[in-house]
């Protein structure tokens, strides 16, 4: 049975930090590019970062960019999320999520192309 679970959600001030990891279980994923979205109330899922197969290419989105940092460890099988200056505005629950495409070189943007999801951790940034 496949997992991904995540961790390390919680509350902080704005301008703090904190680091999200995501463990898979039931297979690996290194083949396999890996993202976190979020999902904040009464708004839809939206992305914040993805990072390719290889590790060697990391997208984000605009709001996070230069803010929050994606890496993964395959020998662990697990992807994290360091985010550092947070504002009120990341409050979210937020989804680690593995791609379906193996060894695939395009983009990472869209959440149609992932199969496997956590169960989300969240993440609330006081003002």
């Known amino acids: 049975q496949v997992q991904l679970v995540e961790s390390g959600g919680g509350l902080v001030q704005a301008g703090g930090s904190l680091r999200l990891s995501c463990a898979a279980s039931?297979?690996?994923?290194?083949?396999?590019?890996m993202g976190w979205f979020r999902q904040a109330p009464g708004k839809e899922r939206e992305f914040v970062a993805a990072?390719?197969?290889?590790?060697?290419?990391?997208y984000y989105a605009n709001s996070v960019k230069g803010r929050f940092t994606i890496s993964r460890d395959k020998a662990k099988n697990t992807v994290s999320l360091q985010m550092n200056s947070l504002k009120p505005e990341d409050t979210a629950v937020y989804y680690c999520a593995a791609d379906r495409r193996e060894y695939y070189s395009g983009t990472y943007y869209g959440q149609q192309n992932y199969d496997y999801w956590g169960q989300g951790t969240q993440v609330t940034v006081s003002s």
């Open positions: 990072i390719s197969w290889s590790g060697g290419i990391l």
């Open positions: 039931g297979r690996t994923f290194s083949n396999y590019g």
